[in-house]
């Protein structure tokens, strides 16, 4: 057993261990684009960071007026983020080196993502994180999405965790929301640092505000057996 106890980690994907937002947007750029809808910019999703696929499609028919079915429009924004994700989606260095570290130690860890099945194995064989984080959820799986807490229980379930000794790392305010609502500790890095004071952030135990210019994995460690159970 590591020093950390029986802590375990639970990872949001997108935007904490990868930089694939880019390909999700120019993915629902495309999407929208042939739906009608011209003009959605960066800024525009920016709005959905930590916020499923499913739900955000759900959420276009309503706020553009799209005909076409939320599974329609699901699987064309999937096909196309597949496409782009298997040519180029990076890794952070320093929550690569968080993963091994942790790795190292025994600690059990997770992925608990808004983002369906396929798109993970992708992530995660195309990185080769895969090699060190095998338990994965979707909400695909689950009930609901963040911040509904089912797709972080379902992690520490899979584990064989309780939940109070579960740590969180996230980058989105629902995702904070949904860590704590599942009684996680929880470590943020926004991805939009300007969104840092969003309420959902405001639960977290640990809020760098800088995000991932602020993250290393030495001082998250540092963090977690200073503040071990």
Same mark, same amino acid.
């Given at each position: 057993?590591?020093?950390?106890?029986?802590?375990?980690?639970? %990872?949001?994907?997108?935007?904490?261990?990868?930089?694939?937002?880019?390909?999700?947007?120019?993915?629902?750029?495309?999407?929208?684009?042939?739906?009608?809808?011209?003009? #959605?910019?960066?800024?525009?999703?920016?709005?959905?960071?930590?916020?499923?696929? /499913?739900?955000?499609?759900?959420?276009?028919?309503?706020?553009?007026?799209?005909?076409?079915?939320?599974?329609?429009?699901?699987?064309?924004?999937?096909?196309?983020?597949?496409?782009?994700?298997?040519?180029?989606?990076?890794?952070?260095?320093?929550?690569?080196?968080?993963?091994?570290?942790?790795?190292?130690?025994?600690?059990?860890?997770?992925?608990?993502?808004?983002?369906?099945?396929?798109?993970?194995?992708?992530?995660?064989?195309?990185?080769?994180?895969?090699? %060190?984080?095998?338990? @994965?959820?979707?909400?695909?799986?689950?009930?609901?999405?963040?911040?509904?807490?089912?797709? #972080?229980?379902?992690?520490?379930? /899979?584990?064989?965790?309780?939940?109070?000794?579960? @740590?969180?790392?996230?980058?989105?305010?629902?995702?904070?929301?949904?860590?704590?609502?599942?009684?996680?500790?929880?470590?943020?890095?926004?991805?939009?640092?300007?969104?840092?004071?969003?309420?959902?952030?405001?639960?977290?135990?640990?809020?760098?505000?800088?995000?991932?210019?602020? #993250?290393?994995?030495?001082?998250?460690?540092?963090?977690?057996?200073?503040?071990?159970?």
């Amino acid at each position: 057993m590591s020093d950390l106890g029986t802590l375990a980690v639970v %990872f949001d994907l997108d935007g904490t261990l990868v930089d694939s937002e880019p390909n999700y947007y120019e993915a629902s750029r495309r999407t929208l684009a042939e739906h009608g809808v011209p003009d #959605f910019t960066w800024a525009d999703h920016e709005s959905y960071v930590g916020v499923s696929t /499913r739900e955000t499609v759900t959420i276009w028919r309503e706020r553009y007026g799209l005909r076409a079915p939320v599974t329609e429009l699901l699987a064309a924004t999937n096909r196309r983020y597949l496409d782009l994700a298997r040519a180029h989606t990076p890794a952070y260095p320093e929550m690569r080196a968080f993963v091994e570290l942790l790795a190292a130690e025994h600690v059990p860890m997770a992925v608990a993502s808004g983002s369906s099945p396929q798109a993970i194995e992708v992530i995660l064989g195309g990185t080769g994180l895969d090699a %060190f984080l095998r338990t @994965v959820v979707s909400s695909d799986e689950v009930s609901r999405g963040k911040p509904a807490p089912d797709v #972080f229980l379902e992690a520490a379930r /899979r584990l064989g965790a309780a939940p109070a000794d579960c @740590v969180v790392l996230e980058d989105a305010a629902p995702g904070a929301a949904a860590a704590h609502a599942a009684g996680m500790r929880c470590i943020a890095v926004p991805y939009v640092p300007a969104q840092a004071d969003a309420p959902g952030f405001a639960t977290a135990d640990l809020l760098l505000r800088g995000g991932q210019t602020e #993250f290393t994995a030495r001082s998250a460690y540092a963090w977690l057996r200073d503040t071990a159970r």
